[in-house]
């Protein structure tokens, strides 16, 4: 009787504790509703899903498979345990998760809010599934309850530099991955600059044999002064087997990617590979330290065939709609001392060099446009009359992203002040070298995209808002998550939940929910910056 009594109350024991009855979801769901009690995922669950939802009934199968050693049976739709149902009632990218004791039933009418529905299932299930192989329990329990969720914003973005330093396909993997955790639809990849061309064109081979690769490297600085050359050959590339190999992976994450290919600045690399490309013609080096620099692409006719065809290369490698081509930067001493380009402004009626960059911009948008896809420029492409279709990512602040909306063009809003994961996120002594600005946690948590400024109307051309991480001064996979996290946590709920309605409110729970966070980027082995809680807790 008293053994009978001792498992009894080891069982119960089990579970209650391996109940996971905290909600603390990131991005904040629009509507949650708890019920009383959990539900039982174990070997014996079995889910339904159509094809339509594949992405995310694998996904769910897969996250299981790799933190429990095992995925979930199929089954008919009647009979199984999770199952997912179109219901066109959803609005785009949501969905709806009814978890009771018995079945979860997930609907969406669309293969992302799906996906976004398995995503939060992910947050209610225990982080240490997280970590492969991590646990040898066979059996988890998730809470009861009804979330309503669909996304404020339709573009919801990160960034990340490769030129600058050079980030080989596994960790970007990863940090899609990442992304997705997140809810985040959009992966911006920087793959070319000054300091390096990191994307493989079959035309140029001289791009990468040549531009993926420097001298020296300048890895931090003090007191303003360069610091640590390490006078070592720096550098690297993607194939594009290996690029197919990344677009492929973050379609399993329901992650859109846009490559940016710079024009006409940040383009030394380039030059030093075919200095015919420069207005100079003269070779110059990959650059070795950061800044911006006066060779930039020579709008010669040469210039835009070359540029045609590494757009004709780039293009069908990302199945997305966009293509990002810089804009931002550009100097214009050399267009200034370069008799073509006089000539051009003159034949073209151009008022100046800026009108010279408007020129070059639409010329390559038609370009763009005429293969069925969409130019984003830096908010720079402003100056001299936006090209035609433009999308204009508002960098330097919110006005380049007011300007567009009040020219009916789509907008990206990523300003300094709010969205660069390059500064400082602490007045922590120990912090390592940033490029400098200061951006805490709280500061990314308060952004609103929507300025005040813009109607109704003008408002929905912004489609969302986007984090940078430039990374000149940070040379390690590890640093990149340092930077990161936990930003992008605020910056993601920023992007689906929503600009926060009541900040003294809002901030301490978004907060005590980045807190709970922790075990699950741990279990991700995401080096994140903790000390923030010692600061702000
Ligand atoms: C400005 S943001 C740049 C980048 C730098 C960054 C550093 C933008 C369009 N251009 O080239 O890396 O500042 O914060």
Redesign the pocket.
Known sequence: MRNILAVILTLYCINVFSQNTEVELIPKPQSIELKTGTFTIDKKTTIYFESEFEIAGNFLNDFLQNGAGFSLKKASEKKADIIFKNDASQPSEGYFLDISDSKIVIKASDASGAFYAVQTLRQLLPPQLEAKDSTKEQSFTVPQLMITDFPKFQYRGMHL?VS?HFFDKEFVKKYIANLALLKMNRFHWHLT?DQGWRIEIKKYPELTKKGAFREETLIGHYEDKPQLYDGKRYGGFYTQEEIKEVVAFAATQNITIIPEIEMPG?AQAAIHSYPELGCTGEQIPVATT?GVFEDIFCPKEETFTFLENVLSEVMPLFPGEYIHIGG??ALKLRWKNCAHCQQLIQDKNLVDEHGLQSYFIHRIEEFVNSKGKKIIG?DEILEGGLAPNATVMS?RGLQGGIDAAKQNHDVIMTP?SHC?F?YYQSENLDEPTA?GGFLPLKKVYSFNPIPAELNQEQAKHILGAQG?L?T?YIPTEKQVEYMVFPRILAMSEVDWSGPSKNFEKDYPDFFSRVEGFMKRLDALDINYANYLYEIEG
């Open positions: 530099d600058r600059d940040h950061w931002d930067e830096w960098w300094v660069y390059d490029i940078n430039w000149e």
